[in-house]
């Protein structure tokens, strides 16, 4: 029995890495298919339904370490992108289990895949998600198990992860290029769930959450907004690493100035301001091959027509990645509730965006930014705790094709 689950994991990591070099319907692709699927149904003649659990470096196979391989460095892999449980749990077909893969290479690249095939062939014996949630919970008589994210994927890893990145930094521990881009990753397969594409954003608790919550919600727009516009998985990716760490330069900045209720005095304006260029070298002095979120980092407060901040002493045109993450951080900033004014109006947000299309904003980037938000309103998540469960179910829905026209 051991000795089959081994066999299973093993083969089934060497088909993952060999999708990933292959494209679909290469020979050795089928192959490395084929040889998965049999591991299962060797699996499964001891088996029927057997269960996997991924804890950190552990291995849990039917309720008990999988010692022979411990370690094995997949187990983390496949948690960190929400599969912390597998469950085979019936007769597996080659297309259940095709979609499946299809899912782990997405999950683990962040290149999605979203053909006619995959869609109408979704697991029906391959059950997978987040381990503990909503656990003990009975399914309504009649309901029919689904595969995926649990209905229960929350941004509680995500959120305590972006606090940890701000808190290595301000104690000096240095910035985990890492963990950003598993943070990233993470969010963008919130945002492809399973079951149907979703624009998650927190709403703010406490001012002093800010800087977590808006770094977070400007990596999510920004992703959905180079989605939009049509760029690909990689751009799309570096994008959300930018929104991510658009603002860093702000754990320079004391909480008492971040969080001040009234105007700022001229020095504090000064340090805030400051925060676009202490970003900038936090991450070139980290992490060099970043230099398009230093760039986003340092230009992110620049508008169209010159003004802003830092000014340029050789007026030029801004990186496409900061316009567009210019964009999507005005929009949050403006809809959270900050100590110095109250939250605005999503419309009104919207408003604002059309009317500086051309000066402060890119007028292209600006005009796709109030589409998408009006296009995919339906596709908005409103996330008011930790713990929120996001709305993963119903019928599979794909992310709507961009419309032509403003």
């Given at each position: 029995m051991i000795e089959s689950a081994t066999r299973f994991l093993t083969s089934f990591a060497q088909t993952v890495s060999t999708m990933t070099l292959y494209e679909e319907g290469h020979p050795a692709r089928e192959r490395a298919v084929d040889a998965v699927l049999e591991a299962i149904l060797r699996m499964q003649e001891e088996v029927p339904?057997?269960?996997?659990?991924?804890?950190?470096?552990?291995?849990?196979?039917?309720?008990?370490?999988?010692?022979?391989?411990?370690?094995?460095?997949?187990?983390?892999?496949?948690?960190?992108?929400g599969i912390q449980r597998l469950e085979f749990t019936g007769p597996v077909t080659r297309g259940d289990l095709e979609v499946f893969l299809y899912d782990v290479q997405a999950r683990l690249t962040g290149v999605f895949v979203s053909t006619a095939e995959a869609r109408q062939s979704r697991p029906t014996?391959?059950?997978?998600?987040?381990?503990?949630?909503?656990?003990?919970?009975?399914?309504?008589?009649?309901?029919?198990?689904?595969?995926?994210?649990?209905?229960?994927?929350?941004?509680?890893?995500?959120?305590?992860?972006?606090?940890?990145?701000?808190g290595e930094l301000k104690g000096d521990g240095g910035l985990h290029l890492l963990e950003a881009e598993a943070i990233v990753r993470s969010l963008s397969v919130a945002m492809h769930g399973d079951q149907q594409f979703l624009i998650p954003l927190l709403r703010l608790k406490r001012f002093d959450q800010y800087t977590t919550t808006h770094a977070m919600n400007?990596?999510?727009?920004?992703?959905?907004?180079?989605?939009?516009?049509?760029?690909?998985?990689?751009?799309?990716?570096?994008?959300?690493?930018?929104?991510?760490?658009?603002?860093?330069?702000?754990?320079?900045?004391?909480?008492?100035?971040?969080?001040?209720?009234?105007?700022?005095?001229?020095?504090?304006?000064?340090l805030m301001n400051n925060h676009t260029i202490a970003g900038a070298r936090i991450i070139l002095e980290t992490e060099k091959h970043l230099d398009?979120?230093?760039?986003?980092?340092?230009?992110?407060?620049?508008?169209?027509?010159?003004?802003?901040?830092?000014?340029?002493?050789?007026?030029?045109?801004?990186?496409?990645?900061?316009?567009?993450?210019h964009v999507c951080d005005v929009f949050d900033a403006l809809r959270t509730d900050r100590p110095y004014r109250g939250a605005w109006e999503t419309g009104r947000v919207l408003e604002l965006l059309d009317e500086g299309s051309g000066t402060e904003f890119d007028a292209d980037l600006a005009q796709s930014?109030?589409?998408?938000?009006?296009?995919?309103?339906?596709?908005?998540?409103?996330?008011?705790?930790?713990?929120?469960?996001?709305?993963?179910?119903?019928?599979?829905?794909?992310?709507?094709?961009?419309?032509?026209?403003?």
């Open positions: 339904h057997p269960e996997f659990t991924f804890v950190g470096n552990e291995i849990i196979f039917q309720g008990r370490p999988l010692h022979s391989l411990r370690g094995w460095g997949w187990g983390p892999r496949l948690s960190s992108v014996a391959i059950q997978y998600g987040i381990v503990g949630v909503r656990e003990g919970a009975r399914r309504p008589e009649g309901e029919e198990r689904g595969s995926g994210p649990s209905v229960g994927y929350t941004l509680r890893d995500e959120i305590e992860a972006v606090d940890w990145l701000h400007v990596s999510v727009l920004a992703m959905a907004l180079a989605e939009f516009i049509g760029l690909g998985p990689k751009e799309v990716r570096a994008f959300g690493i930018s929104g991510l760490m658009h603002d860093l330069g702000k754990v320079t900045i004391p909480e008492d100035i971040l969080n001040k209720p009234g105007k700022l005095t001229d020095e504090e304006r000064a398009l979120a230093a760039v986003v980092a340092y230009e992110h407060h620049i508008k169209i027509d010159g003004g802003g901040y830092p000014s340029l002493r050789f007026p030029r045109a801004c990186h496409q990645a900061s316009n567009l993450v930014f109030v589409r998408m938000m009006r296009q995919w309103e339906g596709q908005i998540a409103d996330v008011h705790q930790e713990d929120d469960a996001l709305p993963i179910g119903g019928p599979v829905v794909s992310a709507p094709a961009p419309r032509e026209g403003p």
